[in-house]
Each structure stands twice: as C-alpha cells, then as structure tokens.
C-alpha cells in the first residue's frame, strides 16, 4: 500500500504525527486540558435557544460569561445562564465594565465566590468609545489577583512590554485585542501580534476582541496563536449557528496551517509546472 | 430606619440588620445564586450572617449573566 511504503521512506513516526495532528492537539490552560481552540462569548445573542446552539455548533469548551445588578422580580428569569450551565464547558467570568483595578479586583472576588472558579478574565477599560484596555490599571489588578491566587486571562492592549510585564507579575496566558471589541476589524496589527508571539514563546497566547469573519481568527491562528475569543461576530451575525460552526472550521484550518509550516511569501514569480520537456519550444 | 443604597436605589432598613435578614427585606433570596459587595468590598456567603447594614451603605447584590 502506498501509505506503508510511505511510511518506511520517511519514517514511520513523521507519518504517524501527520494523521495525529487532528486527534490529539490539544493543549493545556492553566491546568486544564482542551481540545477546541475556540473560546465563544455569550452575550448579543437574538435568543437564549440561539446561544446554546451557536455554543454546540462552536465546539468552544470555554464559555465567557459576566455577574450584573440583580433586581429581585428578576428571580427565576434567568434561562440564559440555565442553559450556559447545561452547555458543559468551563466558566471564564470577565470583569466587564470595570474602570478600576480596585473594581476588577473587587468583581473578580464576587466572581471566584458566583461561578466557583478561579479563572477570571481580566477586563479594565480606559475609554468608554473605544473600550481599549487601560494597560496600566490591568496590570495593576493582574498583580494583586495572581497574589490572590486567580488564573487571570488579562485582555490587554498589543503592547510588547505591556505583555511582557503581565508575564512578571504571574500571568500565564495573555489576550492581545485584534481591533477594538465589537468593531469586527479584524487583525488591525499582525504585526505587533507576531512580535508577541515570537518574544514570548512559552505564553499561552489568545487574540481576544475585534474578530469580524471566520479568516480573521484562521489568521490569528495562523501567526502562531494558541487560541481566538469572540462573541459577536457569532452572536449578531445573520446565522450565529452556522457562523459559529465556520468560525470552528476557520480556527481549526489555521492551527493546521500553522503546524505544517507554511511557505514564505517572495516577490519572484517561480512556476511550479517543470519547463523541462515544454513542447513547441524553438519552433517559431 | 437606616438609609442605604441596593443596586443603585435608595432602600430602608432597620438598624442592627444583618445582610442575610436584610437583603430578604429588599426581596433577595439568600438561597439564589447571588454575590455581594458592601461599599466595592466584597463580602463573602459565610459572613452574610454576620455582617450588620450600616447608614449609607451602598450595597451590590449581583447575579451570573451572560458575556463576552
């Protein structure tokens, strides 16, 4: 068969670690291991029925999810955080519409007590029109919650020092924002996201905000990242179901592309068909 | 009657209230899945019953929803 003689040519491991490349690429955060790549938000969404749909059609085993005010006739009203429940995937609280390190840190508290986990998603915002980090206040708050004993997934800025002072304080995975939360830009600095990746080699890395289309996050993924969060290219797009199964596919192209190494871009022409053997050569 | 704030409204409470009594007061089902702040500190479940409502508290009682 031609896959054995394959396999004796090149070596019966390489061969093997090709087919294995979809079963077992998985990989571990914080001490948890996941297989999907795809971390997916659970607000915007037009109905309850919609997000848990859009959630099983991601394959996301990590959900983002918030704690507001509540009103007491609200009681009992709450089917969508039922169903987040039902949907089996970890719990990634963020600390949404914080403006302060002293708020984050205070709601990351309230958080850890809530949703029974330590994972937090740590959100400080420095403006309220283009919901930028504040990098300063996260990295204040990142400090004190790691002391606290959180694993904290900051969402910050693509600031390499930023990234790399994060890292000192404790943090083990970092979110660079593709474009400003919401916008659907895209990756408005694959440059800076690539300089992060490649001064930062063993950070758990996720681009986190500003997805707009499914080749967005395959390119995320194709610089290397370790995984994308998204929530409203999915969640308002016209058909978050199947958008969220085309993201899915997207995420997994890239993480694929990413590890069969892909070719480098050139400014020469070269033909791939061989000229050697060109009929009507010299005839003219 | 003490004068505080829930939730970003002004609500009464009698002195010498504990945050567990109170909260049932101001329709808060201390069995539902709540957390709460006293003036952005957060208290946790196990001091509810020990922690009394002071004049001009402003208290955050919160619940899961949804996020990105």
Known sequence: ????????????????????????????????????????????????????????????????????????????????????????????????????AKEAVTLAQMSRELFQTDWIKLEVIG???????????????????????????????????????????????????????????????????????????????????????PSDACRAMELGFDAVLLNTAVAQAHDPVVMAEAFANAIAAGRSAWLSGMIEARAAASASTPTLGMPFWHQN | MLEVSVNGERATIAPAQVLEQAMQEWGFDPNDMLVIAVNQTFVPRDRWADTEVKAADKIDILQPIVGG
Not at chain 1, 4 to 10: G, L, R, V
Not at chain 1, 11 to 23: L, N, R
């Open chain 1, 1 to 100: 068969m031609a896959v054995d003689k394959e396999m004796e040519a090149t070596g019966a491991e390489d061969a093997m670690s090709e087919t294995q490349v979809e079963i077992s690429d998985s990989w571990d955060v914080y001490g948890k291991t996941l297989s999907s790549r795809f971390f997916i938000g659970t607000a915007l969404y037009p109905s309850p029925e919609v997000m848990q749909q859009s959630i099983a059609a991601s394959k996301a085993e990590v959900v983002t999810v918030s704690l507001r005010r509540q009103s007491p006739q609200q009681q009992g009203g709450n089917h969508y955080w039922e169903l987040i429940k039902s949907s089996g995937c970890e719990l990634l609280p963020n600390t949404a519409g914080c403006h302060t």
């Open chain 1, 127 to 213: 403006d309220d029109y283009n919901l930028q980090p504040d990098p300063f206040a996260t990295l204040e708050a990142a400090e004190t919650l790691v002391k606290m004993g959180f694993k904290v997934f900051p969402y910050c800025t693509d600031d390499l020092v930023l990234c790399q002072k994060l890292r000192d304080v404790g943090c083990e995975v970092l979110m660079p924002w593709g474009s400003p939360i919401g916008t659907g830009l895209g990756l408005l600095n694959p440059h800076a996201l690539t300089t992060i990746r490649e001064r930062l080699p063993d950070m758990t890395l996720l681009v986190d905000a500003g997805l707009g289309k």
